[in-house]
């Protein structure tokens, strides 16, 4: 299992004037949904942010987001290990697979992977 990127997760009531300010930085806007948006850097686009007013797909929101090569791998790591799993392992209408689990200082961690697509 590896890591692909890291991202923390910043609750906003303020979508717009956060992709305009940190546009000024140099990111760019590269998802919004309405209630959770991501910037970028286009010269390195694993640098991000994520905004969100709240998830509106599950119980909490989170506070950073992990993207890792084998979501389901992870879930079962956790999962064997006794970790709170907070929000159940699920595939989301924009492409990615995820669940949510609590750190042990009770952080909520958004853990994502993008399916591999097969011919």
Not at 46 to 68: C, G, K, N, W, Y
């Amino acid at each position: 299992m590896s890591v692909r990127r890291v991202v923390p997760d910043l609750r906003s009531t303020a979508l717009e004037e956060n992709r305009d300010f940190y546009g000024l930085l140099g990111l760019e806007e590269v998802m919004n949904q309405g209630w959770v948006m991501t910037l970028a850097s286009p010269a390195n686009p694993t640098a991000q942010l994520t905004f969100l007013t709240a998830d509106r797909t599950a119980p909490v929101t989170p506070d950073l987001s992990i993207e890792v090569d084998d979501v389901d791998a992870v879930h079962a790591a956790l999962q064997a290990a006794g970790a709170a799993i907070v929000r159940p392992l699920a595939d989301e209408e924009w492409g990615v697979r995820r669940f949510f689990v609590r750190d042990p200082d009770g952080r909520i961690v958004n853990v994502l992977g993008h399916p591999v697509s097969r011919p």
